[in-house]
Structure formats: C-alpha cells, structure tokens
C-alpha cells in the first residue's frame, strides 16, 4: 500500500549531474528503509545507495563519492544526487521501500516505477 512516485530522470553529458526524487506515503518514514537501485540493459538489478530510519547513508563501491542520498522528512521525500557521471551510470534507477536494513534487491516490498538516466556524449 505504500506508492512511491519517483521523477529526476533524462540525459546528462559524462561529468554532468543529475538528481532523482521519490515521493513516498507518510508512514514510509515511519516504518521503512529507503533504498535506490539500477539496472542496466542484460545485467541484474543492483543497489545503489540506501538510508535507515535514524538517517545512515550506505553506497555501492560504484558510485561512493559521486552520488549522495538525502531525505526531506516534512516532504516525505528521498533524493539521489548524482554527480561526476559516467557513461557506466546509464540504467534505469527505481527508489524502493524494506522492512529491512538491506542492499537486497528481493527484501524490499515497494517499488517505484522507475526513471530512465543516460549518460552520453
């Protein structure tokens, strides 16, 4: 029962930026972990980078020092900055809601509908 609207997608230049939003129901804040995840055309979903109740950010090796997740609590709203792009970061990016504290892709519940990113020159 949880909806998570996700936006922010489109075209950047390799070295540009670019930031996905995912508005989430009041109770996702309360009862959840947010996490974002990827997939690329023929490979596997991947996680990215997830926040826990109390605020604690984690990232894949991949993007560590690139993307930062953020949350506006009064919004009920994550975000994924995503800046220094690379061609490698072209996927489809889904926020996603967990019970759990987890970089699993099969423990979390919700999704959203994903955003398509491009990194292109």
């Known amino acids: 029962q949880v909806q998570l609207v996700e936006s922010g997608g489109g075209l950047a230049q390799p070295g540009g930026s670019l930031r996905l939003s995912c508005a989430a129901s009041?109770?996702?804040?309360?009862?959840?972990?947010m996490g974002w995840f990827r997939q690329a055309p023929g490979k596997e979903r991947e996680f990215v980078a997830r926040i826990t109740l109390s605020g604690s950010t984690y990232y894949a090796d991949s993007v560590k020092g690139r993307f930062t997740l953020s949350r506006n609590g009064a919004k009920n709203t994550v975000y994924l900055q995503m800046n220094s792009l690379k061609p490698e970061d072209t996927a489809v990016y889904y926020c996603?809601?967990?019970?759990?504290?987890?970089?699993?892709?099969?423990?979390?519940?919700?999704w959203g509908q994903g955003t398509q990113v491009t990194v292109s020159s």
């Open positions: 996603a809601a967990s019970s759990y504290s987890s970089n699993t892709a099969g423990q979390y519940n919700y």
């Open positions: 009041g109770r996702t804040f309360r009862s959840y972990y």
